[in-house]
Every structure is written in C-alpha cells, then in structure tokens.
C-alpha cells in the first residue's frame, strides 16, 4: 500500500485532483477525513455520535477519536481487497504528530505528501460558489 498525503486549505483543489486521478488510476482510493467524519455523524454510528457531541460544545475532535475514525476506512479498503497492491490519497488527516505516527505505526510511511498552495483570493472565490 502506498499512501499520498493531499495538504493545503478548503478550496484549493485537493478533492478535484483526487477525483481525477482516481477515475484515471486503478486501485487507488481517496478518503477525505472530513466526508469520512461528516458520514459517521450522518449515519448516528457510536462514533459518529461522539463526534457530533465533541462538535456541538465547539470542540475538535481528539486525535484519538479521528485516528480510530481513518483506521477503520483504510481497513475496510484492506479487508475489501485482501493481498491486492492499491494505493490512497489521504486529504485532511494526518493533521497532527500524533496522528502522523498512527499512520505510520498502524499502516505505512506517506509515499508522497502534496501541498496544495493557492492565493488567498482564488481560495475565497472557490468557496463563495461551493
């Protein structure tokens, strides 16, 4: 498994390019910690509602919490493809050492990490028509 790590700020086009080359690349997948997390909460999974009560008292989310969240995505990937080479594109996590060191103690060193540097203006554009 090689895992590529997509950094920069919302609406700098991190999901855009993942999308792409994921319908342009076999066995590759694109996990978004904050769709990920936003689907736990939807879904009301036990973790999904620890996280919208963390969230609703104007807290972040704990390493823990996130980093157990991420584990079972990339595990269902694992158990899903079994033996099979693939690769993942990891956007908004790790965000953290702490995370960081999970990732890699749990599953693998980041092959590649990308940073995504946009002006701050174009950000604001793209997001005003989200």
Do not use: C, H, W
């Not at 584990?71 to 995370?99: A, T, V």
Request: net charge positive; hydrophobic share 40%; no cysteine.
């Amino acid at each position: 498994m090689r895992i590529y790590l997509f950094f920069g700020p919302p609406g700098s086009g991190k999901g855009t390019q993942a999308n792409l080359i994921v319908q342009k690349i076999k066995n590759i997948f694109y996990l978004s910690a904050g769709d990920i997390i936003r689907k736990n909460i939807e879904d009301r999974t036990e973790i999904g509602k620890i996280a919208q009560n963390i969230i609703n008292q104007g807290l972040l989310l704990s390493s823990d919490i996130v980093n157990q969240i991420m584990k079972q995505e990339i595990e269902k990937i694992i158990s899903f493809l079994g033996n099979k080479e693939f690769n993942i594109i990891l956007d908004g996590y790790p965000r953290k050492l702490d995370q960081l060191d999970f990732l890699i103690e749990n599953f693998s060193k980041p092959y590649l990490v990308f940073y995504f540097n946009i002006e701050l203006e174009k950000i604001i554009q793209r997001i005003s028509f989200r």
